[in-house]
C-alpha cells in the first residue's frame, strides 16, 4: 500500500479515489471547500494548486500523484487571465512541489496533444506517466497506471472521446495574468522589483518605494498600495507580494497576492495578481483600475523583453 494524492478531485477524480482507497491510502485534493466525509483509507484535503506552498502541503507524503487538476473556467469575479496561463501555474506548482515532497511517479490526465502542463510536469523529474485515454473508463485506466506504479512510457495513448476533468478553484475577487519572456540571469524578484522601479516612467502621478521587502506604491501623493514580499513563499524563481494595506485596497481574501514566478522552463515569468479586493465599487472598478493594470503590465512586458544582460 502506498499512498496517492489525486490533484484535482472531480468527478473523475472522486470515483478514482473511492477506487484505489480499497489497495491505497488516497489523499483527494479539491480546490472547492465543499469536501466529501473522509474514510480510513480516503482523506479529503482543500487547496489552491497554483500556488507553489499549496501544492507542497497538499503533496506531503505522496508516493504517486494524479494530475487532473485544470482550469476549465474562470476562478474570478473578475477574469483577465487566460486558462492556459492558469493550468501554467498549476502545472508549475505541482511539478515543483512533487520533486520537493520525494514523490516517485506522476500520472498526467493530458488535455490533448498541447497540454501546458506537461512541459513543465517533465521538467520536475519525477518520472511521469501521460494517459490520453481512447478507453471507455478512463478511471479503470488510470488505477491501473497507479497500481502498476510504471514510469513513463504511456504518452502514446490516444486522446480520449469523454469530458475532461474539471478544476473548481475557489471564488476569488480576481484574477489577472500576464505572461513575458524572462530576461536570462534574472531571479522572480529581479522582475519584480524592475517592475517598481520601472512603474513611475510609464503611469503619471506614480512613485513608488521599498523598504525591507515592503513597497509602496503612491497615487498623486496618496498611498495607494502596499505590499509585503512574503519571505517563506518566495525562492528563486518566485516573488510573492502579499497585497496588505493601502487606499486602493479593500477586504481581499487572505491569500490576496501579487506573484512573479518564473516557470520552470526557465524562459517564461507569470506576474499573477490574484485575489485582490479594490476599494472601489466593482462596476467603476471594472472599467477603470482593472483596464490601467492589464495596460501597464502589458507595457512594462514589452519594456522587459528589451532588457539584456543582468538586472540594474
Known sequence: MSRVVIAGAGAIGKALAQKLAATHDVRAVRQSSELPPSTDRLSWYQADLTTLHGAEVALTGAHTVVVLAQARRAPARLQRASLEDLDRLLGDSIARAARLVGA????????????????????????????????????????????????????????????????????????????????????????????????????????????????????????????????????????????????????????????????????????ALVGYQPSLPWPVYRFTQSVLHERVMRRFGLWLADQKGPPT
Not at 490526465?109 to 501546458?116: K, Q
Not at 497500481?147 to 469523454?162: I, L, M, Q, V
Not at 503619471?204 to 498611498?223: C, D, N, Q, W
Not at 524563481?237 to 494595506?245: E, F, K, N, P, Q
Request: glycine share 10%; with cysteine; net charge neutral.
Open 104 to 271: 516517485k511517479h506522476l500520472v498526467l490526465f493530458a488535455n490533448g496533444e498541447t497540454d501546458v502542463r506537461l512541459p513543465l510536469l517533465e521538467k520536475g523529474g519525477v518520472p511521469l506517466s501521460v494517459l490520453r485515454g481512447g478507453f471507455p473508463d478512463p478511471v479503470e485506466l488510470l488505477a491501473g497506471i497507479v497500481t502498476s506504479g510504471a514510469g513513463a512510457g504511456h504518452a502514446n495513448t490516444p486522446a480520449w472521446s469523454g469530458v475532461t476533468p474539471e478544476a473548481r478553484p475557489p471564488s476569488i475577487p480576481t484574477c489577472s495574468i500576464q505572461r513575458y519572456a524572462h530576461p536570462a540571469g534574472w531571479a522572480a524578484l529581479d522582475v519584480a522589483r524592475a517592475y517598481f522601479k520601472w512603474l513611475p516612467s510609464d503611469v503619471p502621478l506614480v512613485k513608488t518605494t521599498e523598504h525591507a521587502g515592503v513597497f509602496s506604491i503612491y497615487v498623486a501623493g496618496m498611498r495607494a498600495l502596499v505590499l509585503r514580499l512574503i519571505p517563506g513563499r518566495s525562492t528563486t524563481d518566485c516573488a510573492w507580494l502579499a497585497v496588505a494595506d493601502g487606499s486602493m485596497n479593500g477586504e481581499g481574501t487572505a491569500e490576496s497576492r501579487f506573484e512573479f514566478r518564473t516557470l520552470l522552463d526557465g524562459v517564461t515569468t507569470l506576474a
